[in-house]
């Protein structure tokens, strides 16, 4: 028998308080110890003792608060935060947020594992409080569930395909299959990602969020069932299942309590089966009015000005997911009278606007951006807005219609406004047609925007403000606006156009001096502390 002095303070403690015989306790040790599990998780597996016997030695051998089981009620806004696969995989409970720290309810005060990822994850400092072992399970199966609950029905159907090594009747393990994707979707609507990604590795599945802009992982459900996953989201997306080895894209629509989300699904083949990326097209949460875009008062003068002229063209320049079809839809909206025939081409289609005649793609059967262009010139139209100018062909007929009468508006990937001047060009635009036709070219990046509620302020710079963290932001950060670069087609712009060398590009067109940059807007937002200086390097470096 191990002398008492050579015991772990906790099996001191309740054999002193003769919860258990020094026999029994020496042996929990030694099997904690030749196992490598923490004391208190032996002595739980062991139900030597109850758990709230436990929960209160640790509380006074640790110095840890303990928590009653009416005190196990999280705040919400932590639970809509915080993934319950991995609350249910540490078998930790986000509380509440006190004195500035986040106070995690475990049953196992050794269970540093939890409190780590819970740190890292929430980016805050986090503290421990003791809870009873069951009262604690009860709490997180009744708060959590969803996708977590539905995680575990693809671990028991997993785990049933591989007993029986046969293909299932039909329908016979869709149930848990169909439960999980649903769950995966309200939670990425709850939680307002922009994007969902279905990512199979050789040893694991993964699905991650985007989520203002930056990726996050969401949860990791058997990779046994990544293929059944990836061929109910095809289903619902009408694609075809049985082809795995092309790129695909399609479009589901998701019905929720508040209305139908409609998704936009893309899916490669990669070594180790499909990866899917469902983008969110909600248009509920999306505002389109000009003044929600994030351009400062004299920009969005110039903005009005320009889709109000009666002919010309507008472009839109910026990486994916910078905001640009937002950007021409909020125009649209503002053109959008019953005296203009406004039409309109995209790929897809991603928001709809009662009023406006909007046509999608379809290159399966050749309808595609040029086509459809000549079409719209035979339909009298006022207003037409392409999606994207991707080619020569497309960039000639849109030019055309510009210098023909209507106002055109479109977007183009280049990094900068001026940029797209030397895109057009590349494609074999001549200058002058670039000049007589472009009257707008407004370049965009969205920035996270600071949560109000912990913003605090900077050290360096002086002045500014940088992310805190708290329950209703999580890192910091909350939303995202938008900054611009307007670059209008002035005198001295198409002068320097007409007068440039045919054999080099305008990477630095002539322009007024005092026209801000994305960077300069970027630095605009952040002295008025609605973004951190460490986002506009992010952002525009």
Known sequence: MESADRRPALARRLVDWAALTPETADRLVADSRRSGRPLVQQLLDSDALAPA????????????????????????????????????????????????????????????????????????????VLADDDHLTASIRRLTGGVSGAADELVTAARAEAVRDAPAA???????????????????????????????????????????????????PPRDMADRLAARIKVMARMDIAERRLPQDGRLRFDTD???VDFRVSTVPTLFGEKLVLRLLD???????????????DQIAVYRAAIERPHGMILVTGPTGSGKTVTLYSALQQLNQSTRNILSVEDPVEIKLPGVNQIGVNHRIGLDFPHLLRAFLRQDPDVMMV???????????????????HLVLSTL?????????????NMGIPRWSIAASVILISAQRLIRQLCPHCRRPATTPAGFHEPGGCPRCHHGYKGRIGIHELLPMTD?????????????????PPAPAARRSLRDAGWAKAARGLTSAGEIDRVTR
């Open 53 to 128: 016997v436990i929960a209160e030695a640790a509380s006074l051998v640790f110095g840890i608060e303990r928590v009653t089981e009416q005190g196990l009620e999280p705040v919400p806004e932590l639970l809509d935060r915080v993934d319950p696969d991995l609350i249910q995989r540490h078998h930790a409970l986000p509380l509440r947020w006190r004195d500035g720290v986040l106070q995690i309810a475990v049953s196992d005060p050794a269970n540093t594992a939890a409190l780590d990822e819970l740190r890292f994850h929430a980016g805050l400092p986090v503290a421990p």
């Open 170 to 220: 039909d329908g016979e393990d869709d149930t848990p299959v169909i439960r999980y994707i649903n769950e995966l979707l309200r939670r990425a609507i709850r939680e307002q990602a922009s994007d969902i990604h279905l990512e199979p590795f050789e040893t694991h599945c993964r699905v991650r969020f985007r989520h203002d802009g930056i990726l996050q992982e969401a949860t990791r």
């Open 258 to 260: 508040s209305g139908g």
């Open 283 to 297: 248009a509920t949460a999306t505002s389109l009015d000009l003044e929600s875009l994030g351009m400062e008062p």
């Open 387 to 405: 999606g994207e100018i991707r080619d020569r062909e497309t960039a000639e007929i849109a030019i055309k219609a510009a210098q023909t009468g």
């Open 413 to 425: 990937h280049t990094n900068n406004a001026a940029g797209a001047i030397t895109r057009l060009i």
């Open 492 to 508: 001295a712009l198409s002068e320097g156009l007409l007068e440039a060398d045919a054999d080099t590009g305008l990477s630095t």
